[in-house]
């Protein structure tokens, strides 16, 4: 059975989160390595730069954030893939660093990943 979690990468890590996926193009800040004890960095499939600034956390353009990043994310197949076999039998954390919990890059994704299901090969 698998589980998808979302936290915020600040919070303090936990074995009930299993595999932490960190879903940020940019490291966190003021964060070590060892302290944010992540297993993975997934660093292509998060928004690109221009779209995260075009953003600026404005929460009033998150539904255009979220179509412009699906827009991305469909040129993603083999990030996407490798994150849903990830995914398949694991519970697994998607890790953000934004202060919004609801209003963030691995929201978004959560939902993409939900909402669409896996090309066929």
Avoid at 1 to 11: A, F, G, P, V
Avoid at 51 to 74: M, P, Q, V
Wanted: charged fraction near 35%; proline fraction near 3%; hydrophobic fraction near 35%.
């Amino acid at each position: 059975m698998s589980t998808l979690k979302i936290k915020r990468i600040y919070d303090e890590p936990e074995e009930a989160d299993g595999v932490r996926v960190l879903v940020d193009r940019l490291w966190p800040r003021g964060l070590s390595k060892q302290k944010a004890r992540i297993d993975y960095w997934m660093k292509d499939i998060a928004p690109s730069s221009e779209l995260r600034k075009w953003y600026g956390h404005d929460i009033s353009r998150w539904d255009e954030f979220k179509r412009r990043y699906f827009t991305e994310l469909s040129g993603q197949d083999e990030q996407l893939n490798q994150l849903r076999k990830l995914i398949e039998g694991n519970l697994v954390t998607l890790l953000y660093s934004a202060r919004s919990e609801g209003h963030n890059n691995a929201v978004a994704l959560a939902g993409f990943l939900i909402n669409k299901p896996k090309k066929k090969e």
